[in-house]
């Protein structure tokens, strides 16, 4: 986030703007006048619900709460603070201070949202210096917190990859491997046995918290208002993501539950490269990213983690009850909850499960590969994309197929990749055999399909992308599913049950009216992002056919 030469003028034309006449006043119409005296804080690192500020008289610099005589960036009048995190709710990663006797316009987040929304002349000059800064801070490398663990532990596994999955920012310290642990763990007077655990940078400390209590000392986990949704999205994959920009963006009043974060399974795509119009490729956290600042620039509003665990009618309404208690009532609500890889069945793969085998191959994951050999089980795209990214990382990359064919179910561009990786190494009609280990994974037995041989690889990780398992556990028995759990829509559903309106059901509506599934979730769906996307923008408007019929 630091101006100086690195930066061409057109970076620092958006990432720094500095507003004209009009885009003041309008801004001016909305916000409230607030002074601040020479050293007093506008906010500070970790506060959530952060303010916007217009500049207007004297300057605020942003610091590193780490380094606070370092300054990052120094804004002067007519311009303004802030990045992303303001209108995704998440805490602020840097501290600004008034520098000198400052004038400004203070504006809440909310508010911020209607600018965006309603004032496009100023809204979109704002969220391209927000996403530029975004850009920079995450260059800069500082972090919003610190997490102490051990790389082969399952809890400290699962807080790194929802706070990855959340876009928060973290410094983590390998209790194996970091010199500084021993003095942290000795400041905390706490000891190794006490770990995973999360230092916040109000100096909190929580010991190896749940992902809902993580998310609310971090304040990205709101509580849900009670009121009647027009549009409820179960699931915020590329599917609900869809949804909930284009339900929020036509009027409808939309909320989306997603149990882990936005993104889905596609969040934890390395690159994604044959979405149309990123030529070059983007990865899932990206994609989920300006999607989710885009939905709630529309008014979408999500809680994260909330996991369904029952939906049921009554009253006319559709209620869903959430992990903790909550309860929901809408009129409309699309299953986009998709599905997640099938686990793997061999001897002993399920307890090295988060202590070397995993189902996504993130930035977490891809650190226990570097220079070591690993192994990835799958033939489709997910597989394909893993190769290709932990190829960078991992001395060497086994790719286990069942069948022979690399193209039958992955894209021929990531085929033809694999195929000029020296370091790819496919394994054709194989199969994992078992895996062994004292305390995390060690090595994996792989078979011949034809002849039965065993050999035994030694590897610190392995990777698996096969098959789908939709998530619908939670759903009633009156929503029609096929023999492998997926939602029916359409023409599959009308003979679930007796259908009660004199209309068929819609092309992704289920025996149920009002109540629509996308993505992977649904019978029949295609497993691609653009075709989830296409999907969720169809359930709204057959949802908005369904509201105005009812």
């Avoid at 100086?4 to 119409?29: H, M, N």
């Avoid at 046995?193 to 929580?206: A, E, K």
């Avoid at 894209?411 to 394994?427: C, F, K, M, P, Q």
Wanted: aromatic share 6%.
């Amino acid at each position: 986030m630091k101006r100086d030469a690195r930066l061409d003028e057109l970076q620092r034309a958006v990432a720094f703007p500095r507003l004209d006449d009009e885009q003041i006043a309008a801004l001016r119409g909305i916000g409230t006048p607030a002074r601040f005296s020479a050293r007093e804080p506008l906010f500070s690192a970790g506060d959530c619900s952060v303010p916007f500020f217009v500049v207007e008289q004297g300057e605020v610099a942003v610091v590193d709460p780490s380094r606070p005589e370092e300054i990052l960036a120094l804004h002067r009048p007519r311009e303004i603070t802030g990045d992303v995190d303001i209108l995704a709710g998440r805490p602020a990663r840097v501290s600004a201070l008034a520098r000198t006797d400052c004038a400004t316009l203070r504006i809440s987040a909310k508010d911020l949202r209607r600018v965006v929304d309603e004032r496009p002349r100023v809204g979109d000059v704002l969220l391209k210096a927000f996403l530029m800064r975004r850009q920079l801070l995450d260059e800069s490398g500082i972090a919003a917190l610190r997490v102490v663990g051990s790389r082969f532990c399952r809890d400290a596994h699962r807080i790194r990859e929802f706070l990855l999955r959340n876009k928060i920012p973290f410094e983590w310290l390998d209790l194996e491997k970091d010199p500084a642990v021993k003095r942290l763990l000795s400041r905390f007077k706490v000891g190794a046995q006490d770990t995973p655990l999360v230092i916040l940078v109000d100096g909190r400390m929580l010991r190896s918290p749940p992902n809902a209590e993580l998310a609310s000392a971090l304040g990205i986990r709101k509580p849900i208002e009670r009121a009647v949704y027009d549009l409820v999205i179960v699931g915020a994959g590329p599917a609900g993501l869809a949804a909930a920009v284009y339900g929020a963006s036509e009027g409808l009043k939309t909320l989306v539950l997603d149990r882990m974060a936005p993104g889905g399974q596609a969040g934890g795509s390395s690159c994604i490269e044959n979405y149309m119009g990123f030529p070059a490729g983007l990865s899932g956290a990206e994609l989920a990213d300006r999607a989710l600042l885009q939905a709630q620039k529309f008014g979408a509003i999500f809680s994260v983690p909330a996991e369904v665990a029952r939906l049921r009618c009554e009253g006319g309404f559709h209620v869903l009850e959430v992990d903790g208690g909550e309860q929901v009532a809408a009129r409309c609500v699309l299953i986009a909850a998709g599905a997640s890889y099938r686990r793997l069945d061999a001897a002993d793969c399920a307890r090295f499960e988060n202590l070397g085998l995993y189902y996504a191959a993130t930035a977490v994951e891809a650190e226990l590969c570097r220079n070591a050999q690993v192994v990835i089980v799958g033939g489709g795209n997910s597989a394909g994309q893993a190769a290709v990214y932990l190829a960078e990382r991992a001395r060497r990359v086994l790719l286990v197929l069942r069948g022979d064919d690399l193209r039958k179910d992955m894209s021929d561009y990531l085929a033809r990749r694999i195929e000029h990786t020296a370091t790819i190494d496919v394994r054709r009609q194989t199969e994992v055999g078992g895996m062994r280990g004292e305390k995390w994974l060690e090595s994996v037995d792989l078979r011949s399909r034809p002849t039965g041989a065993l050999e035994r690889v030694t590897c610190p990780a392995a990777f698996v992308f096969i098959g789908a398992r939709p998530h619908t556990g939670w759903l009633p028995q009156d929503i029609g599913l096929d023999s492998h759990g997926f939602v029916k829509t359409g023409p599959q559903a009308e003979g679930i049950r007796a259908w009660p309106l004199a209309r068929p059901p819609f092309l992704l509506e289920t025996s149920a009216p009002g109540v629509f599934a996308a993505g992977d979730v649904r019978v029949g769906s295609v497993k691609r992002v653009a075709s989830a996307v296409g999907e969720g923008a169809m359930a709204v408007k057959f949802a908005h056919e369904y509201l105005a019929s009812s």
